[in-house]
């Protein structure tokens, strides 16, 4: 029941993200068009991005709790480094987009219009977004939801991303009539938004590194392989076992598989056996229940 539950809290907290998504991805575009920003209309276009990203997160949540079947021996684990990985492609394809607009706007300077409504949208979106992100990460934490801590990250960063967004604008709105002014109207706009780009760009590179490590099998990282080792030398020991031969580990999103061989004494027969491997794997659950224990003698 606990696990029903999360796996719906997850899916509640993702369709409220959907929404609040395409709320702000249609804002942000007709707001973007306009004001003829090219800052305001990444925002717009990585909300678009957003929202296909959050109904594939959505389709992926519910898929990945299903058991495993015929054709699926592991089940769906990793739908969920494809689709984060899916993501990061997304938002480096609109990063580069935006910053070949941004160049074309520099060459041929443009003021941006109505920089109060531009205030405005940003001044609130700082709010709205980094308060649901901080909100998402938190119950990804709890939920232990690569999904969920991928989508607050974003949100985090389209939160502080508007507060430069309202800085600069404010200085543009704030000094129309000088030398600063003039130059923040006409060039702040894609300068900002090159700027943004390049930021942005750092966090799907990031998110690819680790989706390409789960969809390869890499090792889920020393911390982890450690805590199964240890899990392992003691099960060795408290079932008098000869000890650890091989050990293997991989990830699959949130899923883990951790495939142990013990060196058994030759005198201990399949039926005593098949209980320590029982035993062994409900004492994994109740030390780190993402992990699959595959236990072999």
């Known amino acids: 029941m606990a696990n029903e539950h999360e796996r719906n809290k997850e899916i509640r907290i993702l369709s409220l993200s959907l929404w609040l998504t395409i709320g702000f991805a249609l804002v942000g575009v007709l707001i973007a068009i306009m004001c003829d920003s090219q800052t305001l209309m990444l925002d717009g276009l990585y909300g678009v991005a957003d929202v296909i990203v959050s109904l594939l997160a959505i389709f992926v949540t519910k898929k990945i ?3 495993p079947n015929e054709r699926y021996h592991f089940g769906y684990a990793k739908f969920e480094p494809l689709m984060t990985g899916v993501d990061g492609t997304l938002i480096m394809t609109i990063c580069a987009g935006s910053i070949i607009a941004s160049i074309q706007d520099i060459i041929h300077a443009d003021p941006i219009k ?8 940003s001044f609130v979106s700082i709010f709205i977004c980094l308060g649901f992100g901080l909100y998402m990460q938190v119950n990804g934490r709890k939920l232990k939801s690569k999904i969920l801590s991928v989508d607050s990250k974003l949100w985090i960063i389209e939160g502080f991303l508007s507060a430069v967004v309202f800085i600069a604008f404010g200085v543009s709105y704030a000094f129309p009539k000088t030398m600063l002014g ?3 109207t006409s060039y702040t706009d894609p300068v900002l938004c090159i700027l943004i780009s390049l ?3 750092r966090e799907p590179l990031l998110i ?3 989706s390409f490590l789960d969809l390869v099998d890499a090792s889920p990282g020393k911390k982890l392989d450690a805590k199964i080792k240890d899990f392992a030398e003691a099960s060795a020991k408290k079932y008098n076992l000869l000890g650890v031969d091989k050990m293997k580990i991989r990830q699959a999103g949130r899923k883990i598989f951790a495939y142990i061989l013990f060196k058994a004494d030759q005198n201990v027969n399949i039926r005593e056996l098949n209980v320590i491997r029982d035993n062994m794997i409900r004492d994994m659950v109740s030390v780190d229940d993402r992990i ?3 236990v072999l003698f």
């Open 65 to 67: 709790n299903e058991p």
């Open 292 to 294: 699959e224990l595959i």
């Open 199 to 201: 930021f942005l760009l």
């Open 208 to 210: 690819l590194r680790d």
């Open 114 to 121: 109505n920089v109060p409504v531009a205030l405005w949208y």
């Open 182 to 184: 003039k130059i923040n």
